[in-house]
């Protein structure tokens, strides 16, 4: 049975890039969903906040809209949680070396296609970043920077450091010097990973 978790704002942010981390905001078994944390667009807002996947603004934005039409919220969360399946399994497939599945390829593009019109930098502050359509609904909008994240990704050299975690299964970019990094964190993964393989040596010995 499918796990509810309302704590959104408690997902570890391990995969380096918004569009993993978006894709990590579920717990997957296959393509399965083993726990939800979003489970409705007022979790996705926690969520959106807690991962700085917009500024303040749209973010309020956002929330306010989703009380005055909640019908609309929750298409858009769905259609979120559509994109969210792609990109796991996309990353996941890239992750293993295997073709990415056609159904995710058309499932991103689909959600590109629905984009009003690219973001464009602007400068914030000290420093550059996306701005987003002006045009764009405001429930709509909190997908457009994890779609950009992911299409960027895709088309990146670091693609090719897209790792699986061999414990949790969550998806993270290989930053470490030799590339050779198995879990999403070693605090928490790595050690879970050690302790066992620890356990399975003084078990096989006795």
Not at 15 to 40: I, P, Q
Not at 107 to 114: C, I, K, M, Q
Request: net charge positive; aromatic share 8%; charged share 20%.
């Amino acid at each position: 049975m499918k796990e509810h978790n309302t704590y959104a704002g408690n997902v570890r942010l391990v995969g380096g890039r918004l569009c993993l981390d978006f894709a990590n905001s579920a717990v997957f078994e296959g393509r399965a969903v083993a726990k939800e944390y979003w489970c409705d667009y007022a979790a996705f807002v926690v969520w959106l906040r807690h991962a700085g996947a917009l500024d303040a603004a749209a973010i309020e934005g956002a929330a306010s809209a989703a009380l005055a039409q909640p019908a609309e919220a929750g298409a858009a969360l769905a259609r979120a949680v559509v994109l969210r399946a792609a990109l796991y399994g996309l990353f996941s497939d890239i992750a293993a070396g295997r073709r990415p599945a056609e159904a995710d390829l058309a499932a991103l593009n689909a959600a590109l296609a629905r984009m009003p019109t690219p973001p464009r930098l602007a400068s914030m502050g000290d420093r550059l970043a996306w701005a987003w359509p002006a045009g764009a609904s405001a429930l709509e909008l909190p997908l457009w920077p994890a779609l950009w994240s992911a299409a960027e990704l895709l088309m990146a050299p670091e693609l090719a450091r897209v790792r699986e975690c061999e414990s949790c299964s969550w998806l993270f970019l290989d930053t470490s010097r030799n590339h050779t990094r198995r879990w999403c964190s070693m605090e928490d993964c790595g050690n879970v990973a050690k302790a066992r393989r620890h356990y399975a040596r003084r078990h096989a010995r006795s």
